[in-house]
Every structure is written in C-alpha cells, then in structure tokens.
C-alpha cells in the first residue's frame, strides 16, 4: 500500500512535466504577442491615421457630459470595489483581489507556492523553528468555561446574540464523546444513547436524548452532567443536577473516573460562583490530590482565580512556584497572575513622574518585567483589561496566546486586577513598552518562541461574529484597498471637475493625450528613419 500511495503514475509525471513547460512558456508567449500588438500598431498607424483618428474621436466628437458619466461611472465602481474589499479584510483579515489572485493566477503564471518556511524564524535559542501553520496552533478546552443554561443561554435570551461559535460547540461535543466514554469495552444501552446526545446540533434534542437515557436507567450519571450543562437555568439547579450525577458515578457499576473529574470539578465552580469559595477552594486542592496525572486539565488555573478572591496571595504564590516552571506549557493565568503579584507589591506608590525622575527601584524593575513578559507572551489581554477594548462572553475553547485566550482571562481577572491599587495604572504606563523590545515578533522572540501567525485565523472560528478579533501584530491595510481608495478618490475628482470646468478640462485632456502618444509617435519616427522606405511599403500592401 506505501509502494502505491508513494510512487507517481506514468500519467501524472507526464501532467507534472506538461503544465511545467506550460508554464515556463507563458511568459515568452506573453512577450512574443505584445511584440506583435506594438508591431501591428505601428504598420496601421500612418495608412489609417490612428493619432488624428483616436484624437477627433475621443477629444471632438464626444461631449463632455460623456466624461463626466464616463469618470463618474468609474468611480461607482471603484468606490464598491473598495467597499467591498475593506468588508472582506475586516472580516477575514485579507484582501480578496490578493487572495484571488495569489490562488488563481500564481500557479498559471508558474508561481510556487511555499508551504514551510523552515529557516526563516528561530528559536529563543537560536534554533531554525518553523512557523506553525493552523494545524499547529492547538485549542484547549477553557478552563473556566461557563455553563450553557444557566450562563450563555441567559445571555441568547436578553441579547439576541449566540455566544458560542458552531466550530467551538462542535469541539466540545469531540471532548465529550472522548471524556464520557467509561472504562468498559462493551457501551449499555444508555450510554450509546448519550454518545449520539452529545453530537446532536439541536440543543432540544440532546435534552430529549439525556431524559430517553435517564428512562433506561435512572442512574446514568452523563446524563444528568448533560441536563446540569444545558437545561438548568441557574447555578444552583446545575449544583443540584451534578449532585446527582455524582452519587450515581460514585456508586454505578464501571465507574468513569473522567466523569468523575468533570463532576467535581464543576462542583468545585458551582460553589465558587455562588460565593462559597473556601470550599471550592478545598474540592479544587482535593481534587488536584486525588488525580495529580489529571494536569492537562488546568485545575490550577480555577484555583488561581478562587485563591485571588480570597485575597490569598500567599497560596497564588505557592501555586505559582509549582506551575510557573520552564518545561511545562504557560497560560495568560500563570504569566498575568505572576505579573499581578509583583506590580502589587508596588502599584500603590507607583508614579511615572517621580520613577523618570529617580528611576526605577528593584521591585519596581521586577514589576515591569513581569508585565513584559506577561505581554510578550499575550499582547491582546491589556486592552480588556485597562477597558479599551469591550468584553464578551468567554468562549468553551480557547488559543493560547491568541485573542480568545485573552477574552477568557480577562472575563475572570479583571476584577482582581482593579481589586489591587495601582496595579492597572502600573500596566497602563509600561505594557507598550514590550513592542520596543520584540520588534519582529514573527520572527524572534525574547522571553518565548515566535509569536504563531496562525492565531487571527483561528480565533476567528472560536469567537462570535460580531465580536471584533484582536490580530497582533497589527496589519497593514493591503494594497489594493489603498489602490481602489485612490483610483475612487481620482475619479470622482475629475468628473467633478469635468462637470464644472468643461473647456478647461477640454483642454487638459488633449494635452494629456498629445502627451501620452508622444512616445509611440517618438518610437514610429525612429523605425522610419531605421529601416527603408520599401520595407514598410510593402509591409502596408500586405
């Protein structure tokens, strides 16, 4: 079978070598029949008397209200062909005449389309690192994400407006199918109903699914998770259903450990959402106990947040020194949080006057390097939280280092970040100065890898549509949008001008013309006097 898939039939090597040759002639074909235009221009030119007619026609016989429709027309068009880029490059971050032609034209004119670019961006330590394409950028599941009933459809009801993205649903049913399967080989009747639940589209009917599966055994435990996700409209409904849905895993035959996990842990944040956050805190510490290989969850982060509520800033510190290691992966939470600490320690008799004055102490130096660092790995998370930028409902799976991952912390810290004095004044005065430390940071980073280029895209699918995406670093407007803006711009000015000054215009366009066929009468003189008279005669006959 790799013999097959890897070796190339005799007919797709012939396509292969038919469209290179194709290609490599095009651009002497295109040569040859410009040559031949500029030729048969030239043999026409004097017999036909192309300059007085071209010139009577177009500067004599046609009325200068044919002008001003003609640029006023041309400006229409220009003016909907911007529009319509602009739309296209705020939505999708490209210009569409480029990705058009890019797609289209690149490979019929023999372009090559470059599918790595190992070599061109390196590593913190100086390594060759290849940019990482979408695929490379990986989602993770939020670590604080909201409760569906009694969270994001509350919003869908006052709003009118879907919080959750298609794409990011659709993950999450993927993370459920996998997470809820259970230990055993053989599914029960009732969880093959849940498995199909979890991939129904329609919330309706996933209900109806938990509720036909609850009918077959009244003590299925996924069940009850899926009513506590999606039907109970308030927390304390949803702490009730995965009370529930606890007792029955805990006592059910095959017991699930991941349901298990998920149950507590959503436990865990019913209690810290209504307002009972010491025991949150404890079940959250409990659990990271009893499944310490369970890390890829990000337990952590939930207990930062409830540890900051608390004001326990001497336990975030001790959670800290154990995650904020070198060879585990960052998060926003770790870097932000760590940056929170030691601007707090400062923040409250921090002044940019009087630190310009003396500089800057120690701690204050230590503040401000927390902050970079926190900036250079997330630059999208300051705007939200010193409130430049609104906030929206965090999404169920975010990207690290990307825009969704900033909405989420953002979502949850704000409040401990202006709960700490001084603290966003201290970020509001240093975080730009991060930007003046990594110029090119698509290229090299300082404290961490490249920055990912693949982060707009993908946060695109994550977020709702009518939330504006963050894209770092900042684009430039593409060309064909500044082209098409000048092109209306000149347009609409000469038909108005047209319109107002006919004669004058009048003028101005025979001298423009008289001025653009100089050059061609310029080369027609030269080949006259180059070659014999004869010659062109009998090229005229023929």
Not at 131 to 153: H, I, M, Q, T
């Amino acid at each position: 079978m790799e013999d097959t898939i890897g070796s190339n039939p005799p007919s797709l090597g012939f396509l292969e070598k038919l469209k290179s040759w194709l290609s490599w002639s095009w651009t002497y074909v295109c040569f040859v029949w410009f040559g031949m235009v500029l030729i048969m221009v030239y043999v026409v030119w004097s017999p036909l008397k192309l300059q007085e007619t071209l010139t009577s026609v177009f500067l004599n016989t046609l009325t200068p209200k044919f002008y001003v429709a003609l640029t006023g027309t041309s400006s229409l068009i220009s003016g909907l062909i911007l529009i319509f880029e602009w739309w296209y490059f705020r939505k999708y971050g490209t210009s569409f005449i480029e990705q058009v032609s890019v797609s289209h034209l690149r490979p019929l004119l023999g372009g090559v389309e470059s599918s790595s670019s190992t070599g061109l961006f390196s590593s913190v330590n100086g390594e060759a690192d290849s940019r990482p394409s979408v695929s490379d950028c990986k989602v993770w599941r939020n670590p604080l994400n909201l409760f569906r009933g009694a969270e994001y459809n509350r919003y869908t009801w006052v709003t009118g407006k879907e919080p959750l993205t298609y794409y990011d649903m659709n993950l999450s049913a993927q993370d459920h199918q996998t997470f809820f399967t259970g230990d055993t080989q053989q599914l029960r009747p009732e969880d093959a109903v849940m498995q199909k639940a979890w991939r129904e589209r329609n919330p309706q009917a996933r209900i109806r699914a938990a509720y036909q599966a609850i009918e077959m055994n009244h003590e299925c435990a996924a069940a009850y998770v899926l009513l506590a996700e999606e039907e109970a409209t308030t927390i304390t409904e949803a702490e009730r259903l995965f009370r529930k849905a606890l007792s029955f895993g805990k006592d059910g035959p095959g017991k699930d450990i991941n349901l298990l996990v998920y149950i507590k842990r959503r436990l865990a944040m019913c209690a810290r959402k209504l307002g009972r956050i010491k025991e949150a805190v404890k079940m959250m510490r409990d659990l990271m106990k009893e499944f310490p290989l369970l890390g890829m969850l990000n337990i952590h982060e939930n207990l930062l947040e409830a540890l900051l509520e608390l004001q326990a800033y001497a336990d975030v510190q001790a959670v800290l020194a154990k995650y904020d290691d070198i060879s585990l992966p960052k998060s926003a939470t770790i870097c932000y949080t760590s940056a929170l600490l030691k601007a707090r320690a400062v923040s409250d008799k921090f002044s940019p006057e009087a630190a310009s004055r003396r500089g800057l102490s120690t701690a204050e130096m230590n503040a401000v390097e927390a902050i970079h660092r926190a900036v250079e790995f997330n630059p999208h998370v300051p705007k939200y939280l010193l409130e430049m930028k609104s906030l929206i409902l965090p999404p169920e799976h975010i990207l690290k280092r990307g825009d969704s991952e900033a909405v989420a912390y953002a979502f949850f810290h704000l409040q401990h970040w202006k709960r700490a004095e001084g603290a966003l004044n201290l970020l509001h005065c240093t975080w730009e100065g991060t930007f003046r430390i990594i110029p090119y940071p698509l290229e090299k980073g300082h404290l961490f890898y490249p920055y990912p280029g693949c982060t707009e895209t993908a946060d695109r699918e994550l977020l709702p549509s009518f939330h504006e995406v963050s894209v770092y670093p900042k684009k430039e407007l593409p060309f064909f949008i500044l082209f098409t803006a000048g092109l209306c711009s000149f347009t609409a000015m000469l038909a108005m001008l047209t319109h107002q000054f006919p004669e004058l215009m009048g003028v101005f366009a025979k001298a423009f013309f008289s001025t653009l066929f100089a050059p061609l009468g310029f080369f027609a003189d030269k080949m006259e006097n180059f070659m014999p008279s004869s010659f062109w005669h009998q090229l005229t006959r023929i």
